[in-house]
């Protein structure tokens, strides 16, 4: 049989029309459970932008005790230098550090006259290229087997974010359970509210479809109307949602950076686009399952 | 054209609706088919276009084993019968000429075989300058012509009538039964349920009797029989 695409597009169309209070409800539903998706993975996004903005801040810092022989810090340097994780080094002498600390307390002048000589040790900073090179760099650097010489006790005197990171990570994944339960719960009354819509559409039709299974019509020939109906309503639901999407993505990057100015948080287009084609894909997903279902138990003529 | 063989019905494991029937009907026949309310006419004419599946038995029809037959594939079945019945089964938002297109529409005819075969069936069936009527400004012999027209408008080889003129008045039941003899002339069988005892007896043609699911009575130019 010739597949008449124009013809059943009217048909789906006609009967939105027709049915049009049921049909915004199943639309508004599926733009809801679409938008809530996308505000997760929009969500997400953003706290992996911010991540990796913060842990590019990260560095390891490794105080060195006060007695270590110039040359087995030298060569300290020189080792951890060679590796490839480390973008740079920078030494701290005792000197630095203790002006590093007169500037940030100049507020309390009577902090800095109860110090008597400079208690402060040296350190060395390290810079990595990324920041998931940090725990591994750490890990060298407790193996390094003249530590002894340059640390005194690597468990406090090497520092860096470690806590933080782990932390971070907990609460993302725990966000992001919740989210996922909840937009699947959201999709679910979708498919749901979707399959009562074309029930209904069958019913104030049935005459038309019984009348069309007697002359004759294939069963795909009724049923593309109907999957066509609910694939518009997803994804007109989808539409909706990303209208939202983007106002909020909009709304939010501009908020964030206003309240934290030194955050670089970026979206790229290119990621964004793959969440619009994904909500996009959803949404008449969405439909179909709920069409589909729906026609299961009233095509049995 | 039918071939039916020990064919029993039974609804939900009740008494059988029709009960090891056995029936032959040829190409181009013309037969009625007679017999007191529930005794299972309406049940044979669903078994027939597959509305319903029989408990045991084989039924072909038009050459398809329609008891075997998946339902996906009934369709076809479907376009080789039309179907007449008492209460015209038209839509009501649709003209006399949209009902008849609407049937080749969804078994996909191309615009062009629409445009010149709905309003040759339509003259054809007398309702020449009636196109644009809504069933409901139609009289009910039109609304039954209309009716014929679809059934008739794809030239099925077969045509199952559930008593066309039981909702007619002696004269138009005459005229709808002149039309049916008429496209029974094109070569078309046709098998008609009917009450209309005086028409049986007139026209002389095969009659098949049914009573209580059991097939009583087989007769060439037969009559109706019943003293109703």
């Given at each position: 049989?010739?597949?008449?695409?124009?013809?059943?597009?009217?048909?789906?169309?006609?009967?939105?029309?027709?049915?049009?209070?049921?049909?915004?409800?199943?639309?508004?539903?599926?733009?809801?459970?679409?938008?809530?998706?996308?505000?997760?993975?929009?969500?997400?996004?953003?706290?992996?932008?911010?991540?990796?903005?913060?842990?590019?801040?990260?560095?390891?810092?490794?105080?060195?005790?006060?007695?270590?022989?110039?040359?087995?810090?030298?060569?300290?340097?020189?080792?951890?230098?060679?590796?490839?994780?480390?973008?740079?080094?920078?030494?701290?002498?005792?000197?630095?550090?203790?002006?590093?600390?007169?500037?940030?307390?100049?507020?309390?002048?009577?902090?800095?006259?109860?110090?008597?000589?400079?208690?402060?040790?040296?350190?060395?900073?390290?810079?990595?290229?990324?920041?998931?090179?940090?725990?591994?760099?750490?890990?060298?650097?407790?193996?390094?087997?003249?530590?002894?010489?340059?640390?005194?006790?690597?468990?406090?005197?090497?520092?860096?974010?470690?806590?933080?990171?782990?932390?971070?990570?907990?609460?993302?994944?725990?966000?992001?359970?919740?989210?996922?339960?909840?937009?699947?719960?959201?999709?679910?009354?979708?498919?749901?509210?979707?399959?009562?819509?074309?029930?209904?559409?069958?019913?104030?039709?049935?005459?038309?479809?019984?009348?069309?299974?007697?002359?004759?019509?294939?069963?795909?020939?009724?049923?593309?109307?109907?999957?066509?109906?609910?694939?518009?309503?997803?994804?007109?639901?989808?539409?909706?949602?990303?209208?939202?999407?983007?106002?909020?993505?909009?709304?939010?990057?501009?908020?964030?950076?206003?309240?934290?100015?030194?955050?670089?948080?970026t979206i790229t287009t290119a990621s964004f686009v793959q969440l619009v084609l994904g909500i996009t894909f959803g949404g008449i997903l969405i439909g179909a399952v709920g069409s589909a279902i729906a026609l299961r138990r009233f095509l049995k003529v | 054209m039918i071939s039916i063989k020990n064919l029993t019905m039974r609804y939900?494991?009740?008494?059988?609706?029709?009960?090891?029937?056995?029936?032959?009907?040829?190409?181009?026949?013309?037969?009625?088919?007679?017999?007191?309310?529930?005794?299972?006419?309406?049940?044979?004419?669903?078994?027939?276009?597959?509305?319903?599946?029989?408990?045991?038995?084989?039924?072909?029809?038009?050459g398809h084993d329609i008891v075997n037959m998946p339902t996906r594939r009934v369709h076809l079945l479907r376009r080789n019968i039309g179907c007449v019945f008492q209460d015209f089964k038209l839509l009501p938002n649709k003209t006399a000429y949209e009902n008849v297109s609407f049937a080749l529409e969804v078994i996909g005819k191309?615009?062009?075989?629409?445009?010149?075969?709905?309003?040759?069936?339509?003259?054809?069936?007398?309702?020449?300058?009636?196109?644009?009527?809504?069933?409901?400004?139609?009289?009910?012999?039109?609304?039954?012509?209309?009716?014929?027209?679809?059934?008739?408008?794809?030239?099925?080889?077969?045509?199952?009538?559930?008593?066309?003129?039981?909702?007619?008045?002696?004269?138009?039941?005459?005229?709808?039964?002149?039309?049916?003899?008429?496209?029974?002339?094109?070569?078309?069988?046709?098998?008609?349920?009917?009450?209309?005892?005086?028409?049986?007896?007139?026209?002389?043609?095969?009659?098949?009797?049914?009573?209580?699911?059991?097939?009583?009575?087989?007769?060439?130019?037969?009559?109706?029989?019943?003293?109703?």
């Amino acid at each position: 049989m010739r597949i008449k695409p124009l013809y059943f597009t009217r048909e789906a169309i006609e009967s939105m029309r027709r049915n049009f209070a049921m049909s915004s409800a199943a639309m508004s539903t599926a733009a809801l459970s679409l938008f809530m998706v996308g505000a997760f993975i929009l969500m997400f996004m953003i706290l992996r932008s911010f991540a990796a903005d913060t842990l590019s801040k990260l560095e390891i810092e490794v105080f060195l005790k006060d007695e270590a022989a110039s040359a087995q810090v030298q060569a300290f340097q020189n080792e951890i230098t060679s590796w490839q994780e480390v973008k740079s080094i920078k030494y701290v002498s005792k000197d630095e550090a203790l002006a590093r600390l007169k500037e940030r307390l100049k507020d309390k002048p009577d902090i800095l006259e109860a110090l008597s000589g400079n208690p402060l040790p040296a350190s060395i900073r390290i810079f990595t290229k990324e920041a998931s090179f940090i725990e591994p760099t750490v890990a060298k650097i407790n193996s390094y087997q003249a530590l002894a010489e340059v640390v005194e006790n690597p468990k406090t005197d090497i520092k860096y974010g470690a806590e933080f990171i782990d932390r971070l990570f907990s609460v993302f994944k725990v966000m992001g359970w919740i989210g996922f339960g909840a937009a699947f719960l959201l999709c679910f009354a979708s498919v749901v509210l979707i399959i009562n819509t074309i029930r209904l559409t069958i019913l104030a039709r049935s005459k038309e479809v019984s009348i069309m299974r007697l002359v004759g019509a294939s069963m795909w020939f009724v049923r593309w109307p109907f999957l066509l109906e609910g694939m518009f309503q997803g994804l007109a639901g989808s539409v909706v949602a990303i209208g939202l999407l983007y106002f909020v993505k909009v709304w939010v990057l501009r908020k964030m950076t206003e309240i934290i100015p030194f955050l670089r948080i970026t979206i790229t287009t290119a990621s964004f686009v793959q969440l619009v084609l994904g909500i996009t894909f959803g949404g008449i997903l969405i439909g179909a399952v709920g069409s589909a279902i729906a026609l299961r138990r009233f095509l049995k003529v | 054209m039918i071939s039916i063989k020990n064919l029993t019905m039974r609804y939900n494991g009740g008494k059988p609706a029709l009960d090891n029937i056995n029936l032959d009907v040829e190409k181009g026949e013309f037969v009625f088919l007679v017999g007191p309310s529930g005794s299972g006419k309406s049940t044979l004419i669903k078994l027939l276009i597959r509305e319903l599946i029989p408990t045991q038995g084989r039924i072909t029809v038009a050459g398809h084993d329609i008891v075997n037959m998946p339902t996906r594939r009934v369709h076809l079945l479907r376009r080789n019968i039309g179907c007449v019945f008492q209460d015209f089964k038209l839509l009501p938002n649709k003209t006399a000429y949209e009902n008849v297109s609407f049937a080749l529409e969804v078994i996909g005819k191309s615009e062009q075989v629409i445009r010149t075969q709905v309003p040759e069936v339509l003259r054809l069936v007398g309702l020449d300058g009636k196109f644009d009527r809504y069933p409901n400004e139609l009289s009910g012999g039109e609304q039954q012509r209309v009716s014929l027209a679809r059934a008739f408008v794809n030239r099925p080889p077969l045509l199952l009538a559930d008593e066309p003129t039981g909702n007619l008045d002696p004269a138009i039941s005459a005229e709808i039964m002149s039309l049916l003899d008429k496209i029974n002339k094109t070569g078309t069988t046709i098998l008609m349920v009917t009450h209309d005892r005086e028409m049986v007896n007139n026209l002389r043609r095969r009659v098949i009797a049914l009573e209580n699911g059991h097939l009583v009575r087989d007769q060439m130019r037969g009559v109706y029989g019943y003293e109703d």
